[in-house]
């Protein structure tokens, strides 16, 4: 059974980068084909995927976050992270990830995940 857990801090000043580690357990972030993404749903709105990295290193971003995104991967802790910079309080969301078995096509990275973290609340605020 994969289990994922988020951490990180739950409260950020606007301006500053949003950091987040997943720690996986029960298999391997590197196993071929599965991908590992990052999905927010802030309050009162619905899920928005924001990134994924698969298991060869590969990367994929939303178009929308891109500019400010970036997940990365410690393969030897069994984890991955995710940077968001120059936050303001419209980040403010309940972070997950998630395991992806989703794929590229011409419109981009097309999400199909199977288990989820808990999610962990980030608040942005002064």
């Known amino acids: 059974q994969v289990q994922l857990q988020e951490s990180g801090p739950g409260l950020v000043k606007p301006s500053q980068t949003l950091s987040l580690t997943c720690t996986v357990s029960?298999?391997?972030?590197?196993?071929?084909?599965?991908?590992w993404s990052w999905i927010r749903q802030p309050p009162g709105k619905g899920l928005e995927w924001m990134g994924v990295?698969?298991?060869?290193?590969?990367?994929y971003y939303s178009p929308s976050l891109k500019s400010r995104t970036s997940i990365s991967r410690d393969t030897s802790k069994n984890q991955f992270s995710l940077q968001l910079s120059s936050v303001t309080p419209e980040d403010t969301a309940v972070y997950y990830c998630?395991?992806?078995?989703?794929?590229?096509?011409?419109?981009?990275?097309?999400?199909?995940?199977?288990?989820w973290g808990q999610g962990t609340q980030v608040t942005v605020s002064s």
């Open positions: 029960g298999g391997s972030i590197t196993t071929s084909y599965y991908a």
């Open positions: 990295i698969a298991y060869d290193g590969s990367t």
């Open positions: 998630a395991r992806d078995q989703g794929r590229l096509d011409f419109t981009g990275w097309v999400p199909k995940y199977d288990y």
